[in-house]
């Protein structure tokens, strides 16, 4: 059987079962937290919060994450398919909208066991910076009702810049457009099936936001594009001058005209106003709520 974990595009090869991958992870599941997320797009967390799970550890490790304290390292509790499965039964019984699974790629081969012992009844949300294998995608497929993958970066320079990985659009853009194929249904203001594609506009980088939504209006897909101004300074970025700024007004306005420009009329926008770090999920573990 083989051993060294090729799951997602980094390819580290690290033998999970005694080791930890370039993720982070090794083969025992880490949860940061769970619970009711009010501050997702609003047919995501509809009436009574979207049941989201922070899953540890990260592929991608963009050097400006907002969850950086769970992205870099092994943090949380333990979780084995069964206990996994029981999360997602506790937080149908809290009310939630739905399960909506956070940076869960790794895990992969966990969620699709911890599917088979429950399988919930409200919809499954695969929430995914979108650096991924267009064949672990399709594995899990079957089990996820709505994507919510981001965009992030168009550029090999800029992708290079915060996460040292060149061929971030080469692995996202398929990945994507698989996600984007789905087409959306709505249970009133909710929705249940479909896909939601979300960018979030970086300081300088606009040129580059401008490239995606062209790349998005020119999919003609039927999913949904959310484009965020939230970017608030986090994470590691000493030696990144530029990300220590919020967008301004003018960055949010030319990439917003240009959603506009392109005819994208299934939009969600977050407004400036939601750079805020209240609205960043607290990681520390003496809190049981997420905000
Ligand atoms: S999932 Fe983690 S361990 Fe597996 S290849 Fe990717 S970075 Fe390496």
Not at 57 to 73: D, E, H, P
Request: aromatic fraction near 12%; glycine fraction near 6%; charge should be neutral.
């Amino acid at each position: 059987m083989e051993t060294k974990c090729r799951l997602c595009p980094v390819e580290c090869g690290a033998d999970r079962s005694i080791q930890c991958g370039a993720c982070g992870a090794d083969n025992t599941v880490r949860v940061a937290k769970y619970g009711l997320h009010p501050f997702e797009e609003p047919c995501i967390s509809a009436k009574y919060g979207s049941g989201t799970v922070f899953f540890s550890g990260c592929a991608l490790r963009c050097v400006f994450c907002q969850n950086y304290k769970i992205s870099r390292a092994a943090a949380g509790e333990a979780y084995d398919a069964k206990s996994l499965a029981r999360i997602f039964r506790e937080l149908e019984e809290q009310g939630a909208e739905n399960i909506n699974l956070v940076t869960a790629s790794h895990y992969v081969p966990q969620l699709l066991q911890a599917f088979r012992e429950y399988k919930p009844k409200i919809p499954v949300v695969y929430n995914t910076h979108s650096y991924e294998k267009l064949e672990v995608l399709q594995a899990l497929d079957k089990y996820i009702d709505v994507y919510l993958p981001d965009m992030k970066y168009f550029s090999p320079k800029i992708s290079a810049r915060y996460t040292g990985k060149s061929n971030y659009f080469e692995y996202a853009s398929r990945a994507v457009e698989f996600m984007a194929r789905r087409e959306c249904e709505f249970d009133g203001e909710k929705m249940v099936r479909g896909c939601i594609v979300r960018h979030l506009i970086l300081p300088l980088c606009t040129d580059d936001s401008l490239k995606i939504v062209q790349w998005f209006a020119d999919l003609r897909s039927p999913a949904y594009f959310s484009l965020m101004g939230q970017y608030t300074p986090c994470g590691d970025i000493e030696n990144f001058p530029e990300l220590k700024r919020r967008i301004t007004p003018r960055e949010y306005k030319k990439v917003r005209d240009f959603v506009f420009d392109c005819g994208i009329e299934r939009l969600f926008l977050q407004k400036l106003e939601a750079a805020d770090s209240r609205f960043i999920p607290d990681f520390s573990a003496d809190t049981k709520t997420l905000f």
